[in-house]
């Protein structure tokens, strides 16, 4: 028989460990107990979290608040409680968001679930209230949905609906630096197939709502529509929907165009999706304009 008492006053040096780009906060504790004999033993405890925090400095990603109650014996490990109560720490530079209306009180994410150990069976639940999950000035968004993981030692099940109550992305007017046509990358080899890889499915629907704002290169608009994006096994990452421009204006050819049609239709692969794209210039005798059609592949 024994018991021990777990006290840890700071988990700050948790995320760095992990990567530098990751910041931890909060502090952790627990009670454990052990009983039965060499051959039959038995555990169980509980953890509990406090003032947790999570943050991915370069994606400008910021959870707060967190509180973490987790139960567990021979038998099972009980999530009783994740829950993050975050505040907006940015202010995004677009005055058509209903800002103050949306950030009045903190945004929250809640999960709770089990596992089974026996067979690593796991069903779990989650929900997401406005909370802030990008705040950068270039990259913020509030984002509000539900959804369940259910899982075993070799798969993992998510079927999740989201929705972004607002939000602002902006691009810089230059492209990123590339390389070369002529540039060959040499990678390892790819993992082999199979071999008890461990298989995720995936289907998210995501709604873009009625606040998300675009600047990117020119283009300034509101994003509308809805996708559905799908993981399976030995698949590409697909998605299907159609996303459209609401007004908005381009500026290109030395000239400012505004967008009268703007649509981008998801069939399947995420990184070829058709074009369907009108912009003119307006309140002249001639109106004279562009139109780009095919996919993002061939425009």
Wanted: a negative charge.
């Amino acid at each position: 028989a024994g018991s021990a008492r777990l006290d840890m006053p700071s988990i700050t040096w948790l995320g760095r460990l992990a990567r530098e780009n990751v910041e931890t906060a909060g502090r952790l504790s627990g009670n454990f107990t052990l009983g039965g004999t060499l051959e039959a033993p038995s555990a169980s405890g509980r953890i509990e979290g406090r003032a947790l925090g999570f943050t991915l400095i370069d994606q400008g990603l910021i959870l707060a608040g967190g509180e973490l109650d987790v139960d567990f014996d021979d038998e099972r490990v009980v999530l009783e409680r994740l829950e993050f109560v975050s505040d907006n720490r940015v202010r995004p530079p677009e005055n058509r968001i209903p800002f103050d209306r949306l950030t009045a009180t903190p945004g929250r994410f809640t999960a709770r679930g089990e596992v089974v150990l026996a067979s690593g069976a796991g069903d779990f639940r989650f929900d997401a209230d406005r909370l802030p999950l990008l705040q950068r000035d270039d990259r913020w968004m509030l984002l509000s949905g539900k959804g369940t993981a259910r899982s075993t030692w070799t798969s993992l099940d998510l079927d999740a609906e989201f929705r972004a109550d607002a939000g602002y992305i902006e691009f810089s007017e230059s492209l990123p630096p590339s390389l070369g046509d002529d540039v060959v990358v040499l990678r390892g080899e790819p993992p082999a197939e199979g071999g008890g890889a461990f298989a995720v499915n995936a289907d998210v629907r995501v709604g873009l709502g009625d606040a998300l704002y675009l600047s990117a290169m020119g283009l300034e608009t509101r994003l509308a529509g809805d996708l559905r994006i799908r993981l399976q096994p030995e698949r590409a990452l697909s998605a299907v929907g159609t996303i459209s421009t609401v007004g908005g204006s381009f500026k290109g050819y030395g000239q400012n165009l505004s967008i009268e049609r703007g649509l981008i239709n998801f069939q399947g692969p995420r990184d070829a999706p058709g074009l369907n794209i009108v912009a003119l210039r307006k309140g002249l005798e001639v109106e004279a304009g562009v139109s780009v059609t095919g996919s993002a592949k061939r425009p």
